[in-house]
């Protein structure tokens, strides 16, 4: 059993930037990829960026060049290193993370991006 809590979240001018972050505690040893989904309002949830146990990353291409994730596995936290943000970037963000056999979300932490 995982649990995930993010945090960082807030309201940024477009072009500044925000450090998200996703605490695990639980069963971490478990946890093999992480990642970062956002949701807009009227769209549906999409992934923004993803990171294997071994450290590989991929990313959504509407924030390729813009965000960058990681982890340490010394505090059992993934980050979202959020960069010249727009007002497209608004969601609510959530931390995903997955053993061999399930997936965990947090509650999830509000974005937005001012014009």
């Known amino acids: 059993q995982v649990q995930l809590v993010e945090s960082g979240g807030g309201l940024v001018q477009a072009g500044g930037s925000l450090r998200l972050s996703c605490a695990a505690s639980?069963?971490?040893?478990?946890?093999?990829?992480m990642g970062w989904y956002r949701q807009a309002p009227g769209k549906q949830r999409e992934l923004v960026a993803g990171?294997?146990?071994?450290?590989?990353?991929n990313y959504a291409d509407s924030v390729k060049g813009r965000f960058k994730i990681s982890r340490n596995n010394a505090n059992n936290t993934a980050y979202l290193q959020m960069n010249s943000l727009k007002p497209e970037d608004t969601a609510v963000y959530y931390c995903?993370?997955?053993?061999?056999?399930?997936?965990?979300w947090g509650q999830g932490t509000q974005v937005t991006v001012s014009s």
């Open positions: 639980g069963n971490i040893r478990s946890i093999a990829d």
């Open positions: 995903n993370a997955h053993d061999a056999a399930r997936y965990y």
């Open positions: 990171i294997t146990l071994s450290g590989s990353t």
